[in-house]
């Protein structure tokens, strides 16, 4: 199927497109809400600008995809393959990302305040400035994430690992890290207060104060 084809369709009433081939489509400021792409084929699609709110993207193939600014607000991406796509600035307000894989993704400034990124893989994501405050990230795995400047107030990290993840300046006040595994991460300026540590989290090597040279 090609792109003119979904959205002739679509505009006709119909919203399941699951297990489509979309690969490398354009969608580019598609309006797409409510629609059905479990388990689609959408390798290198460019969904950039589009409006999926409410998507079922569930197992969905959305490797190298393009949705930069893309809405995805309260969209179902359990288990979907996100390595290598571009998030910058996308809207995933309450979005369930549960066991998705992000690793290698670029993520700057995307909105995920109370969605679930419950057992992602984030490994190496780019999440500079992104704002994951009230996020559930228990067991998700951020090792050598750049999570410079990041909000994460009230995110749920227990059992995270965040294993040489770069969290300078982040905000992770009220943050539960109970459990988490910190070795190696950079908190220089990180905001900590009000923060759950126990003796199961993990802070070994991590650096956690700047020495400034004069």
Request: aromatic share 4%.
């Amino acid at each position: 199927m090609n792109a003119d084809e979904l959205l002739k369709r679509y505009a006709a009433g119909e919203r399941d497109f699951h297990e489509t081939n979309l690969k490398e489509a354009s969608l580019r400021e598609a309006f797409l809400i409510h629609i059905n792409l479990a388990c689609a084929i959408l390798k290198e699609i460019n969904l950039a600008s589009a409006d999926l709110s409410w998507a079922n993207l569930i197992g969905a193939n959305l490797k190298n995809a393009c949705l930069v600014m893309t809405k995805l607000k309260a969209a179902d991406l359990t288990g979907a393959n996100l390595t290598f796509s571009r998030l910058t600035g996308a809207d995933m307000i309450e979005a369930n990302l549960k066991n998705a894989n992000l690793s290698d993704s670029k993520m700057i400034g995307v909105d995920l305040s109370g969605a679930s990124l419950y057992r992602a893989n984030l490994i190496e994501a780019n999440l500079i400035d992104a704002c994951l405050d009230n996020t559930d990230l228990r067991e998700a795995n951020l090792s050598e994430a750049k999570l410079r400047g990041a909000s994460l107030k009230q995110a749920n990290l227990k059992g995270a690992l965040l294993y040489e993840a770069n969290l300078q300046g982040a905000d992770l006040t009220e943050a539960d890290l109970r459990g988490a595994n910190l070795s190696g991460a950079f908190l220089c300026g990180a905001k900590l207060e009000g923060a759950k540590f126990d003796k199961a989290t993990n802070l070994s090597g991590a650096i956690q104060f700047c020495i400034r040279q004069l």
